[in-house]
């Protein structure tokens, strides 16, 4: 039993926060009278040398430690004797450890952020530097248009940046102080909770005990916010992984993130795109554990709530490490912009150019797409291409068509066609580049 | 297979969505040339008469309307013949239904804000009124410390009011257009998308067009926020179910939201709330739903996001109906005040303040802790309550126990001390009430 | 609240197994005196009428109707008049459904067990006829070793296979009936429901009355069954469209089961596939729906429990359908063994079996793993093939390299290889597809 | 890179599965000539030794270890030099990581069922023992009938048998040989597949080998039952924990599996019940986990299936953890039948009794329903019981009721009432217990 209570195992990573919490409360405790001057000193002083042990793995686990909370007091008591034994005063677990949670998720958030930002900048230099190269451009997993390389890479960065605001929204919420709530319905000794939330750094202080201790919204939150990112890494996963397929060819990953195979000796498997994929399964999965087991409770409190803290570890991990490997990808995959190229060869990206080109003759859009989807089946059939047709056929299909049609069978064209905002032309690509470099330096 | 692949059976609700997005096209549309002033004009008033013909359930589908966006154009054509066939002009259903999700999920998210806001002035009326009314708080489903009812009641307000954050930042980030991106690389007419962002009430205009047709995180954000709102709900059932079994008897729901049974004449069951607790069920389904679809798939456009719809449209519709009779259920609920106090009736939730006490008369908390466990294991052991015993059995216990102690046992005093912020003493919730007042006034 | 209680609206489908389960109780209700025999005959009569008012679209839905058995009960006592108001004597809502969903299951499972026989013959009738074509088989998307394309085929008759074992183990545990349980605690009217099983086909008849008006493991069990067939499904889709991208040009989907793009007149989308890839989300997500709801509720029946019928109806309608159109590609989907010729002209493929050849000629695993691994780097950087090289380039890899090594390089030889029982030699897999036939003929 | 691929953290304890698959396949290797006698029994010796560094904590995980297999195979080459080079010969990490997690769940599989039988015989005393408490059945958390005390325990023996079904059931579909399938188009070598399966306790033998290194229903399967099993423990849980409330007082929990409060010295939470319920979430969401990631991919093996093991592993420890918890909780619970009489007291769970009383006097049920319903709302009103009124007030609500209606108000009289198999009364309940026994007989 003993064993299926406990949480210090995994609960111990949050010792910082829990020592961090105690040093304030602890000065809170001396505002109200609790503490002397001279114990209050010697607490914080004490709590600091704990903090030390932990960070140099000196500090050892006792069977009697249940989780982090109980570890720090009893290691604090041995420590500074009586004064130890009064620092729980007026406090609940339940308090203490909706703070801890807090404190650690935002400072986690600020770290994974970061993360972000790295990732970004090698998006930004990339694309910067590979601006030229043009690519089909897919949907359904059919080439559609073509599309420059660079601009692929910018959409992930905006993604991104809308995962790094869901941060920050999350991080806001998550900066309400729960501390001096108690086990549920409030503290009793006139604590000074805003003094608290100020030297916590926390921007509020929570406005009903009972929610206090009840809500674990910030962690479903940001596990959210999680599977979101994840899910957006995963989906550039599948791409790079289908175009580093030896029929696509479109990019080859770097030895570090690649591995070789136990039977085959030729294979150069993308492992590392596959994992960021699975591990956004694994992402998924912690976000609904956290709500399947918030919603099978009442309110306030109920050792259910343990359940909380290992998906939210695990995710933080998950999500670093994928981000970094992630970075690492964008930054040594080669690319193969000859068989980019190779791979449009049939032209068939043209035909919504084609289409267009009618369109701005004057033809009824519904129209166009009916006259250039019967030629490109004849051109299918006859196994041509559209700058192969003479004039002459072209006319029989609309005689709308002109001699400048043979213009629109270049990729660059193409491209740069698609010049409203967002679009793929190259100056909006070398607009956006610009744009996220300014995101980025407002921000840090 | 038609059935398998149209969509117009559920994303017909789009329908004013989609019509006014193209209502705002044709206008762009007759800025770059598509449209003569006189054919927009015919376009626009066609394109409302459709929308009445919804409205007013006079639309008649045909087998051939693939989606919402094929039927609108279909019935535009039928009335205006050749321009219908130019809406379509540089467009591409990737972006069109991208738009009309957005568009659709604003207008909705503002109407779920306003019921969570009738369900916060519900609960701020009922807490105002029955300011005075004592209950045991609970932890672990234990009796812990006295609360008051209306402290309880204001817990859901402020987590509903996080809730109405999420929708916001949802709603914020829901508010970029992707009108104008294409299938995939953009718009080639030169459409000015930043008029379009005006017309349509968008606060910005998509960075890119890659991103603007792949990109469905809004909804997963709003169905995570609809999740976790749910929870919230399921969690105050769960609590009210509780208490209106016989043996707490706190509550009793109103004829209006609880049901008889078919073969038991005297049970009076709350099906409102477990339906409530039970579509919480439902609505994580549809998160899981949507985040494994979205995380199956490359970039950009794939027919697997069609399967965004049904999750979306049912959700709405689940929480705008749990909203409402969550509301009729605060409203109507009949409280059993003397039940509640007859349940304190052993004095168990005076506990935490003999602790205080001892405290404040200068005992080390731990030690404190341990005297009153002791205490009450023996007062358990002889069935007898706190007031009961004589200052010399508390003597024995400590010698700190003074004739005040039988101040404590008087449940008023004990909610009144925990006055910290936040607690539940009596002041604290008039200010509570009075910070709600504030914040539901400054929004609507 | 009416319509946020009633489930007329969905639960209307179970008439056939509601109207089947109260004939067989009139009969036990004659049994035991309730019915005369004569009373008992208009009854049954009547509710056959009833069944086929619903048959035939005729039943009327009265506001009043609850759900689907009080609209039953209603009719019924309409038509007959006080025998109507005997029907549910001894039987409560709650034995009553869990009978009806338990009937409805089985049927269910049946027909699509059927449906699964029909793709498993799809696929043995092309596994059959194509049994002579050679591709490229695949780990990790990458090239590994040449395999027949009837062997990819007959993989996905195997998982199918464990499909309809899964289907069949849920069917036999959902063959337990709870009719004569009452509302929790037993039927008081000495029911024979020895008889009652008998009469309505289930196996067994449940052993305790808590239990059987508390268990919906057989809904959960089946939507799990479901998810997980509805996966194989998703991973041959997968695979299907990537194969079908220009890129790899493997397959072509048919026309009915492709769609074109509102924008580019050239796609050729594989919508069906990616519906069927999308709709495993939803399946999945139906199945974390009921665990959810489960999970949040104590013994015996709350209305949470309502919240297990659309999942369920939903995900047969789901897997019937996506059963049935993957059924429609199996037969029309083309192939193109020249393609997947050319995809292995770089004959990377035999690398394995250049391995193999030298442990046979006695090299250690390793050893041959790591030379083989060098003489594919020497190739890559050459741009070589294996049998372009003359044999005293091989010797210089390893002297055990001999005039037969480029018996080898051949794919058929490559294949056949590959003898071992379920192995992707030619021979094996026509005894797969003989023991495939002999399975289904001994299963219907 | 390295930390985010490697595996051995975690799949070291597949180091059983791993050798004793490496034992079979050397045997195999032997007979067809790769090892030589002398060879094959150093190997085997050698890997016996490694087994027993393993299960002594001996064994030194190198950082070059990149997973369980690469570990057992560099030790083996350690010690027996060359013959360690061959042990991989024909053999690809895809059929060897397949073989190892098939061998282990079976094996898993066979301790969790004897851990669901010791629950089950828990039940079994304890029903047996404590077979003459009555207490008030609920549906809707609402008093509903009277039920025995064993007959609620007994569901619980029933549902844990279908729980034993479903791990037999996927045990057998685990029970099917990969190894000999190499990477994916099978083994090159002529192993004996039917030898190894022998060898190592397999029922089947793989039938395709594409099939056989991409599946992985078996452990979905398991997952799926581990869900279910842990949501029969939560409902449970959840009656316990509502039933050891003070205002229930039915059941106390064992102060081993309580925790007491830190703050609340009088407190006494049943956390360990707590834990089984939120631990459910967990196992769902490994559940989720999986299903997601193998929904993400295409045939045959991608690094993404990495993610199946510790979702698997997680999950066998929490079960196997709850079910012990749950049987200690089943042994020690006190129960207060004191309490269980007092709550009924007001004689509403009789209601059923009498409507049934007034059927069998010749009422139409639907009639005696409504007469009783409105006695028991006048009862309600007029603070009555049952056994309180006079039978000239019965008369007025039906000329039907007797002098033996008093009969009906004895909690014994309407246990056995319910007499029908599987009801509540005694008889019944006795029987319930005599085919438990008789199963688990059967069983082991």
Redesign the interface.
Known sequence: ?N???NSIAFDKVLYEADITGSIAYAKALKKIG?FTNEEYIRVVKALKEILNEFANGKFVIQPSDEDI??AVERRL?EKVG?PG??????????D?VATDLRLFLMWKVDELMKKIVDLQKAILRRAEKENNVVMP???????????LWS??L??????LQ?DK??FQ?CRL?SSVLPL????????????D??ALAKELNFAW???????????R?FI??FL?AC??L??HL???A??L??W?????GFVELDE??S??????????????L??I??????V????????????????????????DK??LFDTIETVR?SLE?FK?VVKTTKIHPDKMLA?MD?E??F??????YL?KKGL????A??I??R??RWLTEKGKKFSELPLTTYKRFSTLFDDNVYRLFDLWHS?N?????????KA?VVK?IR?GKKLLRKQL
């Open positions: 039993m064993r299926f209570n609790i909370h109980t008591t009586d034994r009064k620092i729980h005063t007026g406090r609940s677990r339940n203490q451009g897919y949907t359904h997993l059919q080439q559609a248009q073509p599309i601009h692929y910018m959409s992930l960065f905006w993604m809308r605001e869901r929204d919420r001096g709530s108690g086990a549920l319905a409030g503290n009793a000794f006139l604590i909770r805003g202080v929570s406005e009903n005990s009972i929610d206090a201790v009840s809500d919204d479903i939150e959210s599977a979101i994840m899910m995963s989906r550039y599948e791409d992984i289908i580093s397929s030896v029929e696509f570090a993130y591995t070789g195979s136990s039977m085959m000796p030729q294979k150069k498997n993308p492992d590392s596959e994992l994929r699975g591990k956004t399964g694994r998924i999965g912690n976000l609904m554990k956290l709500l399947t087991v918030m919603k099978g409770i009442p309110l306030t409190y109920s050792k259910d709530l343990q359940e290992e998906p490490a490997i690492g791979k049939d068939m990206v035909a919504t150019d084609v289409a267009d369109v009824l859009f519904r129209d797409h009916k250039v989807g030629l490109v491209v066609l698609r010049s409203a905002e967002g679009g793929t032309a909006s956006q744009e």
